[in-house]
């Protein structure tokens, strides 16, 4: 069953932090890229970062720095921690994993992130 289930959204004030998690079942995660996409109202869908299986990642411009994403391959889990978080990083916040072809083919739910100013 293919399943991802995001965790550890909520409100926060600006400057402040929260850390996602991703729990992933095993068919999806293990040999997988995986990812964090954000969408806030009225805009597009966009890739926060990424982490191969092999543990490289990758950034948006807007987050580097701030963000750090990590995986704990004996869990199935991906965590995106968030500092110096701002205001337009409010969005609902997508926990992703890759296919065989290489892009992001699965998505959780969604959690909501509100940073207030």
């Known amino acids: 069953q293919v399943q991802l289930v995001e965790s550890g959204g909520g409100l926060v004030q600006a400057g402040g932090s929260l850390r996602l998690s991703c729990a992933a079942s095993?068919?999806?995660?293990?040999?997988?890229?995986m990812g964090w996409h954000r969408q806030a109202p009225g805009k597009q869908r966009e890739l926060v970062a990424g982490?191969?299986?092999?543990?490289?990642?990758n950034y948006a411009d807007s987050v580097k720095g701030r963000f750090t994403i990590s995986r704990d391959n004996a869990k199935n889990t991906v965590y995106l921690q968030m500092n110096s978080l701002k205001p337009e990083d409010t969005a609902v916040y997508y926990c992703?994993?890759?296919?065989?072809?290489?892009?992001?083919?699965?998505w959780g739910q969604g959690t909501q992130v509100t940073v207030s100013s």
């Open positions: 982490i191969s299986s092999g543990g490289l990642t």
């Open positions: 095993l068919r999806i995660f293990s040999g997988n890229a």
């Open positions: 992703s994993a890759s296919g065989s072809s290489g892009s992001y083919k699965y």
